[in-house]
């Protein structure tokens, strides 16, 4: 049986690339929508702009409810077996808002959308950023 090495500095590299990614989803969007050819007309995207940033929100909530969840579930292994998973876990949940604010850009809604998305994603990224404090804190007993 193979083990895996993935520890927190590794995790801290996985978390700045998530963390990365929704700056690169708005320069996306900026960059099409500065093109000039861009479609704008979408008659159906403040519903659903709404509809995703109350996915969005569910989203954020389950992520910092997941942990309370995995934890009653977790047997008697390895820590940071169990904090690696639900950073991986926490860290794509979050990470939706940005693809949803792409998404809204592609479809035509205004950059600022895009921007307010990528910019939720990114602050509730980085208060899941993994440290050995937040691991020792959520593996306690």
Excluded at 17 to 27: D, E, K
Excluded at 77 to 83: A, K, L, T, V
Excluded at 100 to 128: E, H, K, N, Q, R
Excluded at 131 to 138: A, F, H, I, N, T
């Amino acid at each position: 049986m193979r083990q895996n090495n993935l520890g927190i500095p590794q995790l801290k590299l996985i978390a700045f690339m998530f963390i990365l990614s929704p700056i690169l989803y708005a320069g996306l969007v900026w960059f099409m929508q500065s093109s000039g050819n861009f479609d704008t007309e979408n008659p159906n995207l403040g519903v659903m702009t709404m509809a995703l940033g109350a996915v969005y929100a569910s989203q954020v909530g389950l992520a910092f409810f997941f942990p309370m969840l995995r934890m009653r579930s977790r047997a008697d292994g390895d820590p940071m077996s169990f904090y690696r998973s639900v950073v991986i876990v926490q860290l794509g949940l979050l990470e939706s808002g940005a693809i949803f604010g792409l998404v809204l850009g592609f479809l035509g809604a205004d950059l600022m959308v895009t921007v307010a998305f990528c910019l939720a994603s990114v602050f509730f990224l980085i208060t899941v950023f993994p440290s050995e404090q937040k691991m020792r804190r959520m593996t306690r007993r």
